[in-house]
């Protein structure tokens, strides 16, 4: 279960081919329910090195009576075939989002993912019975026993390891909606939208360390033979010049994804990650934030 896959038929409606990645979020755009995908579009793993058949699984947005309200992904196709790479928890495990363990669920399920999933964590294979499964973006895993209510009532969360899935959801927010919209993930201490976002151009002062989601607007890019450096319009409050390095292999990861993965002057870039100490060369000093997965990263460009 994922929120990616690859096509084994064409999808002309959005223009990508067979062994194109496509996202879940995409289908959803397309269809209504699951049976309508899967007879239109075959799909397979994500990781060529796995390739098993997946399907696609549409949640409803709305279902009365509704328990536990999971996030659309794609699942394997055939129960007794099992992916031979490393995928994430199941999207629709259940989460307790109370220190009291209690999770209530609601008929109505909300688009905007609240729940960060750490991307560089390796699965959890094996679930058992009446346990959940509790990631973090330290990459520790452990299972803790089910406490949430099961009463049709209250708000129920969907979850995502992709930067571009909360940009997307923080974009059209006010900032009072982006204040009081919760987002978990254990580097968000805020625990909203609005404390999980720093804004470079409005505000310079970095903390090194400090784990955000850091929205910068393009200015150059170096390719290298290590990786690309990605210099950003804004400076730090110290004059430092700010960097965002994306290793090779992630390099080549965002092209594959993205049929070209491209760094525009002027793109809005989104990294999630923390900043080193500054490194001088040539008189200049530079802050860097290295990237540690493809996940963690989203480019907008400029329309």
Partial sequence: MHEHARLCTPFPEIGKNVGDLIFIWEVEDHFDSSQSANAAVKFACADKRCAVPVSARIIESVKPGRKISPSSSFR??????????????????????????????????????????????????????????????????????????????????SQSQKVQSFAKSWLPMSIQERKHKELFATWNVGGTYFTAFHLLWFDNLITLDDMKIFV????????????????????????????????????????????????????????????????????????????????????????
């Fill in 76 to 157: 394997v196709s055939d129960r007794n075939q099992h992916h031979v790479c490393d995928r994430l928890p199941p999207p629709d495990a259940p989460f307790a989002l109370s220190s009291e363990g209690e999770r209530h669920a609601h008929s109505h399920r909300s688009n905007i993912p609240q729940r960060w999933v750490d991307p560089t964590v390796k699965a959890v294979n094996k679930v058992p019975a009446g346990t959940f499964a509790t990631l973090g973006v330290d990459g520790k895993a452990g299972t803790r026993r089910l406490g949430f209510q099961r009463t049709g009532n209250g708000q129920s969360v």
């Fill in 216 to 303: 910068g607007s393009v200015d150059q890019t170096t390719a290298y033979n290590t990786g690309i450096a990605v210099d950003l319009k804004e400076y730090s409050r110290t004059g430092c010049r700010i960097r965002i390095w994306i290793p090779s292999q992630i390099g080549e990861e965002l092209n594959d994804a993205t049929a070209g993965f491209s760094l525009n002057y002027g793109a809005k870039i989104f990294a999630l990650g923390v900043f080193s100490t500054p490194i001088e060369r040539g008189g200049l000093r530079t802050l860097s934030l290295e990237l540690k997965h493809a996940d963690m990263v989203w480019v907008q460009h400029e329309r």
